[in-house]
């Protein structure tokens, strides 16, 4: 007798991410192309000349000095409280749930966790690079600035790159990098870009960063985006490793039924149709166990089971005919004419 074994959430989500994936066939696992490396190779080279433009105090740090004295937040104030809320769109953990919860249900729908281990992989490589950054040039924000002038490095500080700024570019350029089709991907792109574009000049607006912090965001981010191709095979061996733990732990609990124990062979068992003979049930007997047969092979076609088949009565009597029960019959019978 077969049973059948109550499925926690977490199992109903691995049996559907089991089934055939229904994505496109078309879309195939962006790969590191030449193009892409040496767009990899000159947006490196980008970041590394703003860090050397501010270690050194060249123009751009004093092009930051005159931004801060602007103070756009008094210039223009009418926008002050919708750029509080829209800084958001930058902050790390409302847009990690945003854009997770989208992948999540692609995933679902994809069936494969793909989606989600790529945004995982992106936010631990923006919280390494990026904060490893921060935390090694040490430079104070707008808001605590010392001296005038000054590059503010080294002083303990960790404003530099924009974190706001990168993750903008991270968590929503994810979503351009995991498009379906190209057109999904140009209009993703485009709007990712306007957003991280925003995120980033409303950080100078609000005086919360340099100018430099949000070109060295941009960057950070940019180089994260290009390097997720690298990635894709580990995230593969990922997904992979993810569902062969499931089926350790599966099989730990006990979720596959065992199949019966064959009977030894030469023992005694029960028959299950005992033989009717005259309208009278005998007893049920032991009968030594028979030789294995070969299978039987049935005829291509479909077969029902003995208990869906229509039961057929015989016509007539049951009782195979009988010499001496007609002889009997025939004596019995009164003789005509009989004195």
């Not at 990026?130 to 430079?139: I, P, S, W």
């Not at 993750?167 to 994810?174: L, S």
């Not at 099989?251 to 065992?258: K, N």
Request: glycine share 8%.
């Amino acid at each position: 007798m077969r049973t059948e074994r109550n499925l926690t959430r977490l199992d109903r989500v691995f049996a559907r991410l089991d089934r055939e994936p229904e994505r496109p066939a078309h879309i195939d696992v962006p790969k590191m192309t030449r193009h892409r490396v040496v767009l990899f190779t000159a947006t490196l080279a980008f970041y590394l000349a703003i860090v050397w433009a501010v270690a050194i105090t060249s123009w751009l740090v004093r092009f930051d000095w005159q931004v801060m004295f602007f103070r756009p937040y008094q210039q223009w104030p009418e926008i002050h409280a919708f750029l509080d809320y829209y800084v958001v769109l930058g902050q790390r953990g409302p847009t990690a749930v945003m854009v997770a919860a989208w992948l999540g249900w692609r995933s679902w729908r994809q069936h494969t966790l793909r989606p989600l281990l790529t945004l995982g992989a992106s936010l631990l490589l923006l919280n390494v690079t990026v904060g490893a950054a921060k935390l090694g040039m040490g430079r104070l924000g707008p808001h605590y600035a010392i001296t005038i002038g000054s590059n503010e490095m080294g002083l303990g500080g960790d404003i530099f790159p924009s974190g706001h700024t990168a993750n903008a570019v991270v968590t929503w350029g994810i979503l351009a990098y995991l498009a379906s089709t190209p057109r999904a991907r140009r209009w993703l792109s485009a709007l990712s870009a306007v957003v991280s574009l925003g995120v980033g000049l409303t950080t100078v607006y609000l005086g919360t960063h340099w100018l430099s912090d949000v070109l060295l965001g941009w960057t950070a981010g940019l180089l994260i985006l290009l390097a997720l191709p690298w990635c894709e095979p580990l995230i593969a061996r990922a997904e992979a490793w993810i569902f062969a733990l499931r089926d350790l732990v599966r099989a730990g609990r006990g979720g596959r039924v065992p199949a019966p124990a064959p009977a030894p062979v030469g023992a005694p068992v029960m028959a299950t149709r005992p033989a009717v003979v005259d309208g009278e049930v005998p007893a049920r007997e032991t009968v030594a166990s028979r030789p294995n047969r070969a299978p039987a092979h049935l005829a291509p076609g479909p077969h029902t089971a003995r208990s869906e088949r229509t039961p057929v009565t015989p016509v007539g009597s049951r009782r195979p005919p009988h010499a001496a029960r007609a002889t009997t019959t025939a004596s019995a019978r009164p003789l005509a004419g009989g004195g």
